[in-house]
């Protein structure tokens, strides 16, 4: 029996852990090798600059996150460095789990926040959690109205690119199982 697949990406408004924030989840179809997921999440340099951790437990690293803004061609996009903070692999039935999260290094006060986790299953990423709009009550109504596509996108292109990442890894351990190509 096939398994129903899971969306693309989802987005609820489930109730907030804590008044003011917005529950986010996203989801990706991906064949996943375990063991290389698990090298690649221990050894993050692929997310930009290391820092000195602001929790304990928890690696930051200083990158850009990316909002597309139009598909096409030429893509425009807006780019935000951000601090990036990502836990250490923690096994749970059939994966992994990952604590995330990242708030943007400079002007803090007007770009959400993001709390969350990524869990690692044969076939599936899942990016999950909550991000606080800036702006309080006011955020919270302007995220219902537009920006809430903003942290959705960004969420989105975060996702694809452990995607990306998770892609080249198993090609890379592909190839050196494989050796050197004829030509």
């Known amino acids: 029996m096939t398994p129903t697949p899971l969306p693309?990406?989802?987005?609820?408004?489930?109730?907030a852990v804590e008044t003011g924030t917005v529950h986010l989840r996203l989801t990706r179809p991906l064949a996943i090798d375990l063991d290389a997921a698990r090298?690649?999440?221990?050894?993050?340099?692929?997310l930009?600059?290391?820092m000195g951790p602001e929790q304990p437990g928890m690696r930051r690293f200083v990158t850009d996150l990316v909002l597309p803004l139009r598909a096409g061609r030429p893509q425009t996009i807006f780019r935000k460095a951000a601090y990036v903070d990502l836990g250490a692999p923690?096994?749970?039935?059939?994966?992994?789990?990952?604590?995330?999260g990242w708030r943007s290094s400079t002007l803090a006060?007007?770009?959400?926040?993001?709390a969350g986790r990524l869990e690692v299953r044969p076939g599936t990423l899942i990016l999950e959690g909550w991000y606080a709009p800036p702006g309080g009550e006011a955020g919270r109504i302007l995220d219902r109205a537009f920006l809430g596509v903003a942290a959705r996108g960004t969420a989105r292109w975060l996702l694809d690119r452990v995607c990306a990442e998770m892609t080249a890894e198993r090609?890379?351990?592909r190839d050196a199982a494989e050796g050197p190509q004829p030509r």
Do not use: H, K, M, N
């Open 109 to 114: 006060p007007l770009f959400p926040v993001f």
């Open 39 to 46: 090298r690649l999440l221990d050894a993050p340099e692929w």
């Open 90 to 100: 923690q096994a749970i039935d059939s994966g992994l789990r990952v604590a995330i």
């Open 8 to 15: 693309r990406t989802t987005f609820d408004r489930r109730p």
């Open 48 to 50: 930009g600059a290391a």
């Open 171 to 173: 090609g890379a351990a």
